[in-house]
């Protein structure tokens, strides 16, 4: 086949992108084979990002199930595990030329303090805690706000409960139970019993789910045991400070055998609210709905102030005071007023 005539800008943007791609390593003929030969267009997943590619999973015709390593077209937004793509194949590599409309995105904050996407279109979270290492209740109320604001379903993963004795064992459960009367179901699990597996795999049928907490909480570890063919490395906890060892390092899309799709993400102790304004803030905080509104006076901004509903409630035991007290750590973190 005859190849077209490039003009001056199209010849710089390829000598650009392989300027770039060599930097990486890849060979003139990878470089060539990755722009040559393009087949129809067809949809796809994004499984994980590998910087300059993309590892994705086909959805229809002849690709279906199959992986696919793919650049991208430099239009085309940032890509991460959930993504949902439109990509053409090629040899070696193909290229995705579109992605489609995100019914969700979830981001943290990267070593830089720049927001990071961590995935899309998901549906429900996981929230992994264990007693050891000691739940973050901040931490946990972070996730749980950023998922409100993308209106994705919320449940709490109590991992490691065959450690019973535990010295933190009894914070641990304390946790459980404020979560549990907000109305966030907990499921109790142990790879080691095991216990609460099952359970798991059944809340994830035929919904795109993302595992999120503390590093050294066993989310790997659950992976492993829930979707056996994922090989999700596993790393031992310090047993000096009990604090995990980051065994993931970009967010991987895996397909559960009873279906389902389950994204596991790098663990971390930040996560970014930046993009929220106050109103997404406070809904995040679904227990204090019913006080809402019923402040003393209208620009109450729940302190100490004379006449919050909140903190009588509080006072009261119908909010918890630690729930109130990270939501102002948030919001003076955010700056919001």
């Known amino acids: 086949m ?6 001056k800008q ?17 060979t003139p003929n990878e470089l060539e084979g990755a722009t040559e030969g393009l087949e129809p267009e067809a949809n796809g997943i994004v499984i994980t990002n590998f910087g300059l590619q993309v590892l994705i999973e086909g959805l229809d015709g002849i690709y279906c199930g199959n992986y696919y390593r793919c650049y991208k077209r430099a239009n085309v937004p940032s890509l991460v595990a959930g993504d949902l793509v439109i990509w053409q194949n090629a040899n070696p590599f193909g290229v995705v ?32 805690i264990a007693c050891a290492p000691l739940p973050i209740t901040n931490l946990i109320d972070r996730y749980i706000v950023a998922a409100e604001a993308e209106q994705i379903s919320v449940k709490l993963v109590a991992n490691k409960m065959d450690l019973n004795n535990h010295k933190n064992s009894m914070h641990l459960q304390e946790v ?38 503390q590093s050294g909480v066993g989310k790997s570890s ?5 979707e056996p063919t994922a ?5 031992p906890l310090s047993a000096s400070v009990e604090q995990g060892t980051h065994t993931t390092t970009v967010s991987r ?57 909140l903190l009588e409630a509080t006072k009261r035991n119908l909010i918890s005071a630690t ?9 003076d973190e955010l700056q919001i007023k």
């Open 176 to 213: 459980i139970n404020e979560y549990q009367h907000i109305g966030y179901p907990v499921i109790r699990s142990s790879i080691k019993i095991p216990a609460g597996i099952n359970l798991i795999k059944d809340y994830l049928r035929n919904e795109t789910s993302l595992f999120v907490g």
């Open 97 to 128: 030329v579109a992605r489609k409309s995100r019914t969700s995105k979830l981001a943290r904050l990267d070593m830089s303090g720049k927001t990071k996407s961590v995935a899309a279109n998901v549906s429900q979270i996981f929230i992994v």
């Open 10 to 26: 199209q010849k710089r943007r390829i000598a650009q992108s392989h300027e770039a791609a060599k930097k990486k390593g890849l």
């Open 253 to 309: 899309l895996f397909r559960v055998s009873g279906g389902g799709n389950l994204i596991d993400s790098p663990g971390t102790h930040t996560f970014s609210l930046a993009h929220l304004d106050s109103r997404q803030l406070i809904e995040g905080f679904k227990d204090f709905y019913p006080f809402l509104g019923k402040c003393k006076f209208r620009d109450c901004i729940h302190d100490e102030q004379s006449g919050c509903a």
């Open 323 to 331: 729930r109130l007290k990270n939501y102002h750590q948030i919001k």
């Open 231 to 235: 090989g999700s490395a596993t790393g």
């Open 222 to 226: 659950l992976l492993n045991l829930i």
């Open 2 to 7: 005859k190849k077209r005539n490039l003009n």
